[in-house]
């Protein structure tokens, strides 16, 4: 008896965890399929099947510049060899988000030997990815010559604490903004349209106003 | 037949599925070779465990990507090291199934913990199926075979039972099934989300990334739209139809048979190492009693021995019986756990990953050449003209409203088509397209507006009544500029008469 109840027991456990993981699944298609934002968190990443969801025509790696008081500059990368996770690119180059750079600065700075760093300027290297192809292949596919250039664009600047400065936007950002701001009916429209925040009127006092009938000026402070 | 015959059907169907009994060889070879292939790249950054895991270092955790904050503590180096050490450890003995469901837990929970702290580095999305397959394997009874246990209780067991291969309920193996079955929809959803996976731009610019490993088949890949093209829809088909097809009787060997060869494709396409293996070796979960019989009687015909296989198991089953009766196998387990923690915490320590101790003080930045620094610091170049476009092509076939083929000889009356394939992000183009003779004398010259989302932009060229046989260039311009030229040579009867040298011909 006792036995057929601990077999029962242990039926219904897998039962509930078979049933609890289905769900989990199920909720990770949905979510994903029907872009709920309950699935973009922490956890969804566990459940959310987006492999290679993103896409970019052009290459890109970041380099961090360090300036010191006297206007030197070093190349802010380890001097014991940079981790190269899934190939022969710098882990640093994975941060497509930047979350990473001013660890990357802090950790860097404080294992090394350099003068008091004043700034450090993290910059976006960017070209073609047309030009990764190898030289045989690109001489037998394209007819022009090989001559990649890169582009550089800077992206942030921080304190040697790693705190950031300055941000600009990334280059694929800002390439877009400027495809877009290329067109002079939608510049003069922005010109015309610059937000403010105005200071003449005061919504409290307004509403303070409303409530005691007392209002004297309506509302409008300066 | 009633609703409610219907439903115990269902029940007993759905029951079947889940609680049949079998010999859990099939997951036997997942807990030998799943984390096997997991602890490959884990063990390439024992050597970083400081710089990548621990305060001391710059880990980048997974919470903090999609702003939930740090929510895993981030410990001392010695800590880190020590706790990376124990996974090592953990994994190995899940591999040889010595005390395997404790080796699954405390491993498969620290190789969580040692991927989320590194979302940069470490976690990617074969990791997270390894994840889910480690908690499958703590749950399950993969070292009821094949394992040290296995041999231990064989060798314990008096009564002759021993004889008698274990049976379990195959629900595990079911659950790892079925979340293959769940990446596969979810990873066709992904694509069918992104149109230019089927246009094959998507494709054709993760080809010609060196993100990952040397992918030389790759690159030749990304240079013919038409095969990405087909081989898109192939793996949408596929990916939809894995979940119907997984459990059929001949239709799982379509299914898992393309998805292997899918997966291996991609080593030399894309220069993925570990996703590929990680993802065949959980295909192993699908095997069930009659294929390993089957496999068995092959390897018996093939007169093929793997009998050393099991070698190290029953040998280090035969040296843990020499223990002294009263320390329980736990015991050693734990023995060896802090034999391996302490080792690893004396590795970070001789590793010295900064190289601190081994240079006497921290090692010095690099100085950087001052214009080279200035010049990447305050550049502004703009996008040359042609670096805007991919590529260039003519041809005469259209697949998918892309050009399919290259061609450079053409015969009168054939409709040449001229194709560029642009990177984005673009501004709004003017963009021409010049046909010029050998002298460099224009042609014919077309132009159209490629707004900022296309991706491509033809142009159709009829050659009957505009040329004669002859050699040609077609150009591409772009706000005005030459970014490209195609030679192409056309034969044929002439449709109209060769106008005399030094007239102009158009």
């Known amino acids: 008896m006792e036995g057929w109840c601990w077999m029962n027991l242990r039926r219904w456990g897998a039962g509930l965890l078979i049933g609890g993981y289905l769900l989990l699944l199920s909720w990770g298609i949905i979510g994903h399929a029907l872009k709920i934002p309950a699935a973009g968190n922490t956890l969804g990443y566990f459940v959310v099947w987006d492999m290679f969801c993103g896409w970019q025509a052009f290459d890109n790696r970041t380099h961090f510049i360090a300036e010191d008081s006297a206007g030197n500059y070093y190349r802010l990368q380890e001097p014991w060899g940079a981790f190269q996770p899934f190939g022969h690119v710098d882990r640093v180059n994975y941060d497509v988000s930047n979350h990473l750079a001013p660890k990357h600065i802090r950790n860097v700075l404080t294992h090394t030997e350099h003068p008091q760093i004043d700034r450090v300027y993290v910059v976006q290297e960017v070209w073609p990815k047309q030009y990764n192809v190898p030289d045989r292949l690109w001489s037998s596919y394209f007819h022009e010559p090989k001559d990649q250039q890169s582009y550089f664009n800077l992206r942030a600047i921080c304190a040697a604490d790693g705190a950031l400065i300055e941000s600009n936007p990334d280059w694929y950002v800002a390439q877009g903004l400027k495809s877009i701001a290329d067109n002079p009916r939608l510049r003069e429209q922005s010109q015309g349209a610059l937000p403010f925040y105005n200071t003449f009127f005061n919504p409290r006092a307004a509403a303070d106003s409303n409530s005691s009938f007392s209002a004297v000026d309506d509302g409008l402070t300066n | ?506």
């Not at chain 2, 790892?176 to 610019?205: C, D, H, N, W």
């Not at chain 2, 979960?285 to 390897?299: K, N, T, V």
């Not at chain 2, 923690?341 to 006497?360: C, T």
């Not at chain 2, 460099?440 to 491509?456: K, N, S």
Request: proline share 5%.
């Open chain 2, 1 to 506: 037949m009633s609703g409610k015959s219907h439903l115990r059907s269902l029940r007993e169907s759905t029951e079947r599925f889940f609680f049949a009994e079998e010999s859990p060889y099939g997951l036997a070879l997942v807990r030998m070779c799943l984390p096997t292939v997991a602890l490959i790249p884990m063990i390439r950054r024992f050597f970083r465990v400081r710089e990548l895991y621990s305060a001391d270092g710059c880990p980048q955790q997974l919470a903090e990507l999609f702003g939930n904050g740090r929510l895993l503590p981030e410990l001392p180096g010695p800590v880190a090291a020590a706790l990376y050490g124990l996974m090592l450890f953990a994994l190995i003995c899940g591999v040889f199934g010595f005390r395997t469901r404790l080796s699954f837990l405390v491993g498969g929970l620290l190789y969580i913990y040692f991927n989320m702290l590194d979302a940069i580095g470490t976690m990617t999305k074969y990791s997270v199926i390894a994840s889910h397959v480690l908690l499958i394997l703590a749950i399950s009874n993969a070292g009821a075979v094949w394992s040290v246990d296995a041999v231990l209780r064989r060798r314990k067991c008096t009564d002759g039972t021993a004889a008698f291969p274990v049976r379990v309920p195959v629900w595990p193996a079911r659950l790892i099934q079925i979340l293959f079955a769940a990446i596969y929809f979810g990873a066709a959803i992904t694509k069918v989300q992104t149109p230019e996976f089927f246009s094959g731009e998507q494709m054709r610019y993760w080809l010609v990334s060196n993100w990952n490993w040397p992918n030389p088949i790759g690159e030749m890949m990304a240079l013919s739209p038409a095969f990405l093209m087909i081989s898109s829809y192939i793996t949408v088909v596929w990916e939809v139809t894995f979940p119907f097809l997984a459990w059929r009787p001949l239709g799982r060997y379509a299914a898992l048979g393309i998805g292997a060869a899918f997966h291996i494709m991609t080593i030399f396409s894309l220069g993925l190492w570990i996703f590929p293996f990680i993802c065949t070796t959980c295909y192993l979960a699908f095997l069930q009693e009659g294929d390993i019989a089957a496999i068995r009687i092959l390897l018996r015909r093939l007169r093929l021995q793997f009998h050393w296989a099991g070698m190290p198991r029953i040998l280090t089953a035969s040296l843990l019986e020499q223990r002294p009766a009263m320390v329980p196998l736990a015991g050693i387990w734990v023995l060896a756990a802090i034999v391996a923690v302490v080792g690893s915490v004396e590795a970070d320590y001789r590793l010295d990953v900064y190289g601190i101790r081994r240079h006497g003080a921290p090692m010095a930045l690099p100085l950087m050449d001052a214009t080279v620094a200035r010049q990447m610091i305050n550049s502004r170049s703009a996008l040359r003209e042609k670096d805007k476009y991919f590529s260039f092509d003519i041809g005469s076939m259209v697949m998918a409203g892309q050009l399919a083929n290259r061609r450079s000889q053409f015969e009168t009356g054939d409709v040449i088509i001229a194709q560029c394939n642009l990177n984005p992000p673009h501004e709004d183009l003017w963009v021409e397209c010049v046909i010029q003779d050998e002298q460099d004398r224009v042609i014919d010259v077309a132009g159209q507006f490629v707004t900022r989302d296309q991706l491509f932009a033809k142009f159709s060229y009829l050659t009957a009544d505009k040329l004669i046989p002859g050699r040609y260039w077609v150009v591409l311009k772009s706000s005005g500029q030459e970014v490209s030229r195609r030679p192409f040579e056309l034969s044929g009867d002439a449709a109209v008469e060769r106008p005399e040298d030094g007239m102009l011909a158009n």
